[in-house]
């Protein structure tokens, strides 16, 4: 499995969307600085707390990976079967199952390490630039902290597992667009919030959220031994 997944991420260049990631960190930093700025012009305070700020931008770095997870499912899974070179990988004495659960893993580790590394990375220059240009009047403790980095762990897990949820809708039609929509429309509503509050709020959730999509991702290949491939 180890070398499967090794030969995916090679004949992808999965490496090079290395260079992307740090991009939308650079992104969303800058997102969080205007929106400081402009809220400040108002008389407003953005952020009153930590609390605040981790789920401000842990929810847009959540939004931007899981929709990047589903081109990467287009381009891995999807493509292939349109084009139907998917056959020639089925023709290799490799069980099929094997095959597609090893590219669902690369977007699933995927998934997992660019939200969990960008909550890192921003969370860092977040408070980096607070040390500077003061964006929370409360100090961080290491209650919020502790608190804050298990929140980036469990929506990072969750994360991995929703990612794959739209891996079923484009399966449906072999459609690149309906595994993109469907992907935007699952970060809309999961990213939803009432009074500050949002389902990542509730531990529970994130954790059958990722059993979810896990089960959802299975469902379109449950006989791939026994179907052809059209």
Do not use: W
């Not at 952020?47 to 499912?73: K, Q, W």
């Not at 290491?142 to 929703?162: C, E, F, P, R």
């Not at 990542?200 to 006989?223: D, E, K």
Request: aromatic letters at 14%; charged letters at 15%.
């Amino acid at each position: 499995m180890r070398k499967l997944i090794g030969l995916e991420i090679k004949k992808y260049k999965l490496f090079s969307y290395i260079k992307n990631v740090l991009i939308v960190n650079v992104v969303v930093m800058g997102v969080l600085c205007l929106l400081y700025f402009a809220e400040k012009s108002d008389g407003n305070i953005p952020f009153p707390s930590y609390d605040m700020a981790f789920g401000a931008f842990g929810s847009l770095i959540r939004s931007i990976f899981i929709i990047f997870a589903a081109v990467l499912i287009s381009r891995l899974i999807i493509d292939e079967y349109k084009s139907n070179s998917i056959s020639l990988m089925f023709m290799y004495p490799i069980n099929r199952k094997k095959i597609i659960i090893a590219k669902l893993i690369i977007v699933a580790c995927f998934t997992f390490l660019t939200i969990f590394l960008s909550n890192l990375f921003v969370g860092t220059m977040f408070y980096l630039a607070d040390s500077y240009f003061h964006f929370v009047p409360k100090a961080l403790t290491s209650d919020v902290l502790v608190n804050g980095l298990l929140s980036m762990t469990l929506g990072a897990i969750a994360s991995a597992g929703m990612a794959l949820i739209p891996l079923y809708f484009g399966m449906r039609k072999k459609s690149v667009p309906a595994t993109i929509v469907s992907a935007i429309v699952l970060v809309s509503i999961t990213s939803s919030s009432a009074d500050n509050v949002n389902i990542f709020s509730f531990i529970f959730v994130p954790i059958a959220l990722a059993l979810a999509g896990c089960v959802i991702a299975y469902l379109p290949f449950r006989n791939i031994e026994k179907v052809d491939i059209n």
